[in-house]
């Protein structure tokens, strides 16, 4: 973008100079400050997905227009539309150059079938092995006639080149709204099960700041629903719906002289939750685990070994990039308002109902330690059926800390490497199967009124 803004003609005038106030002195350049503006909007679109087993696909010119095979799958793609802006940093502009993006998903509806995971399953793999390539070949093999001063001082001055071109004068927004959309995944010809995905609406923000040091993801979303049910019931056998959903994601990266990088991630979550579950309709949901989320691919680390193949002679040695020190902490706070789940577990049985008032968790993960702490201000849950009871519980907290061992000196007799703390205020519990009370419980405690159990394990 910017050898494109430089390239476009435009000329300052000195009128121009004079209106605004700024004289140039001296061989002082003048440079263009030119605006790029561009709109893209794609009407409609497919995507075809052909089974290897079946054959290779035929070609474009076998196929009548609208014609389409039994094995192929198409996937149409929703309406989107994009607004581009560049504003280039010059006489007039202050601040870094910017790059705007916004763009909207319109509404769509696809259903996804299991024939699609081979394809995703191929593309993971590749990707495995592409990047299992990548770091074998970080290894360096040289001869001794190098000097270790040249070799290191090379190896330093490659990684300072990379990481100034690596970093840019760039400001980059990018923004998308997504409308009012649903996502199908059926389990055919394996079962008649679907699980969808729904959204009213919902919008993110993506900045960069120049240079990648600080990056921040913000989003809300609203009217989210996930169900899973029968195709031949109306009834969902799972739902969970989330209202006013508001996230933040934000990224920092500090780096010293010496090159250490000090990285903070931060994830705040806002919003309320919602769901039931009918246990009669269990095999639903072994059946979509089954199709679906166990032939999911995923991402395996591969485990370092020697290579036996590289010939150990005296004539060569290998030498590996330094290691950069770098300390990464990482915060999530994740907030619920409102949680109301309700359980079917059969007529015969029970319906339970759980409902969490203000729930709050804080978890900090840093080098030195790990922090976690739950809050709950009311805790209820009410049974009805054969066996029937309630349980309510105020103001439920629970922390706990972990020191890593690198935290304390070798002779340190008195440093708690875990600490643990529960706490309650009063508990009222009751319990009953065909009419007849099984447990009545009632806590009350004036002073203190709250219950304290705390866990201290001592290092030694």
């Given at each position: 973008m910017t050898r494109i803004a430089a390239s476009l003609p435009r000329a300052v005038s000195h009128a121009d100079i004079a209106r605004d106030g700024v004289s140039p002195q001296g061989d002082q350049?003048?440079?263009?400050?030119?605006?790029?503006?561009?709109?893209?909007?794609?009407?409609?679109?497919?995507?075809?997905?052909?089974?290897?087993?079946?054959?290779?696909?035929?070609?474009?010119?076998?196929?009548?227009?609208?014609?389409?095979?039994?094995?192929?799958?198409?996937?149409?793609?929703?309406?989107?539309?994009?607004?581009?802006?560049?504003?280039?940093?010059?006489?007039r502009v202050t601040g870094p150059a910017a790059l705007i993006f916004k763009s909207t998903i319109h509404?769509?509806?696809?259903?996804?079938?299991p024939s699609l995971l081979p394809f995703i399953t191929k593309i993971v793999d590749y990707v495995q092995l592409r990047l299992r390539k990548t770091s074998r070949g970080d290894t360096l093999q040289i001869t001794p006639s190098v000097a270790e001063e040249e070799l290191s001082s090379s190896l330093t001055a490659n990684r300072l080149e990379n990481l100034s071109e690596a970093s840019s004068s760039l400001q980059i927004s990018f923004s998308l709204r997504i409308d009012k959309s649903t996502l199908e995944l059926t389990c055919q010809p394996d079962a008649n099960v679907i699980a969808a995905l729904r959204w009213e609406s919902g919008g993110f923000l993506l900045n960069i700041s120049p240079g990648a040091h600080n990056v921040t993801l913000t989003g809300t979303v609203d009217g989210l629903t996930i169900g899973l049910k029968h195709g031949f019931l109306s009834e969902d056998c799972v739902n969970i719906a989330a209202r006013n959903l508001a996230f933040a994601l934000?990224?920092?990266?500090?780096?010293?002289?010496?090159?250490?990088?000090?990285?903070?991630?931060?994830?705040?979550?806002?919003?309320?939750?919602?769901?039931?579950?009918?246990?009669?309709?269990?095999?639903?949901?072994?059946?979509?685990?089954?199709v679906w989320l166990d032939r999911i691919p995923l991402f395996v680390a591969e485990q370092t070994s020697p290579d036996k193949s590289r010939p150990s002679t005296a004539?060569?040695?290998?030498?590996?990039?330094?290691?950069?020190?770098q300390e990464v902490t990482t915060a999530f706070i994740i907030r619920f308002r409102q949680v109301h789940l309700e359980v079917d577990l059969g007529q015969s049985i029970s319906s339970v109902t759980l409902d969490l008032q203000s729930a709050l968790t804080r978890v900090c993960f840093s080098e030195m330690s790990t922090e976690v702490s739950l809050s709950v201000a009311a805790v209820s849950i009410l049974a009805k059926?054969?066996?029937?009871?309630?349980?309510?519980?105020?103001?439920?907290?629970f922390q706990t800390i972990r020191r890593n061992e690198d935290a304390f000196s070798n002779d340190s007799r008195t440093a708690r490497m875990l600490e643990l703390s529960m706490t309650s205020?009063?508990?009222?519990?009751?319990?009953?199967?065909?009419?007849?009370?099984?447990?009545?419980?009632?806590?009350?405690?004036?002073?203190?009124?709250?219950?304290d159990l705390t866990v201290r394990y001592f290092q030694g």
């Open positions: 350049q003048i440079t263009p400050a030119s605006n790029i503006f561009a709109k893209f909007v794609f009407r409609s679109g497919e995507v075809h997905i052909h089974n290897d087993a079946k054959g290779t696909p035929p070609l474009a010119h076998q196929l009548s227009a609208g014609q389409i095979r039994p094995e192929q799958e198409t996937l149409k793609l929703p309406v989107i539309s994009a607004w581009v802006e560049y504003r280039a940093s010059g006489l509404s769509s509806q696809n259903t996804l079938k934000a990224f920092t990266k500090i780096e010293d002289r010496i090159g250490n990088i000090d990285s903070k991630v931060s994830l705040v979550v806002d919003t309320d939750i919602s769901g039931g579950m009918h246990f009669s309709r269990l095999q639903d949901v072994l059946c979509f685990k089954a004539s060569s040695f290998f030498v590996t990039t330094p290691v950069v020190k059926g054969n066996v029937a009871g309630h349980m309510h519980v105020p103001n439920c907290v205020g009063p508990l009222s519990a009751e319990l009953e199967s065909d009419h007849q009370r099984l447990l009545i419980y009632r806590w009350v405690i004036v002073i203190p009124p709250y219950l």
